[in-house]
């Protein structure tokens, strides 16, 4: 299908769109750290949960393999 615009209305240049003047964010670099900090919190928890249920897997297909086995 075609489209019925015409190429007079389709802006041609970045002039066309003046974007809106936005003010530096002077925060941003204490956001950015409190985020980081947050996702290496996380990454910590994570870590330490998998660790927890590998080895009580580990453990509970250790205790099943000694029963099957014997």
């Known amino acids: ?6 190429l007079a209305q389709i802006p041609s240049s970045a002039a066309d769109h003046p974007f809106a003047s936005t003010a530096p964010d002077t925060d941003f670099d204490a956001r950015w750290a409190a985020w980081i900090a947050r996702g ?3 990454e910590q928890l994570v870590r330490r949960r998998f660790v927890v249920w ?7 297909a250790a205790i099943v393999y000694a029963f ?3």
């Open 68 to 70: 099957l086995r014997s």
């Open 1 to 6: 299908m075609a489209v019925s615009q015409s």
């Open 54 to 60: 590998a080895s009580v897997v580990a453990t509970g």
């Open 40 to 42: 290496r919190v996380h």
